[in-house]
């Protein structure tokens, strides 16, 4: 499956391994859960355990892929690089309607 069709389907988990202070600055998306990068090998159970698709992201998508990396090397099977967050977040919304 594609980023898009994950997305259209509407079942997935969202992780933003962005730092704190960034989603205080930047903003952040509705519903993800904040996981900074340095903390994903710590909590890679809690992600390895999601029963669906994970979506990982960061600023510009360089630390969502080194997460992402790092989770598929212990395992992770439906992972997916979301890329930025902005970018992100507007396909999210332009695929918000297609449910």
């Known amino acids: 499956m594609s980023l ?3 997305i259209q389907s509407g079942n997935y988990e969202l ?3 962005r730092e704190p202070m ?3 600055m930047d903003g952040n998306i509705e519903g993800a859960k904040n996981i900074p990068l340095g903390e994903v090998e710590d909590r890679q159970d809690e992600i390895l ?3 669906k698709p994970v979506i990982i992201f960061c600023r510009s998508g360089n630390r969502s892929g080194k997460a992402l ?3 598929n090397s212990q395992g992770l099977k439906d992972g997916y ?3 930025g967050w902005a970018e ?3 396909a999210l919304e332009a695929n918000r309607g297609t449910f």
């Open 88 to 90: 992100l977040k507007a």
């Open 49 to 51: 355990s999601v029963e």
């Open 81 to 83: 690089n979301g890329g």
């Open 4 to 6: 898009i069709e994950v």
């Open 69 to 71: 990396e790092y989770l």
């Open 15 to 17: 992780i933003d391994v």
């Open 22 to 24: 960034e989603l205080e």
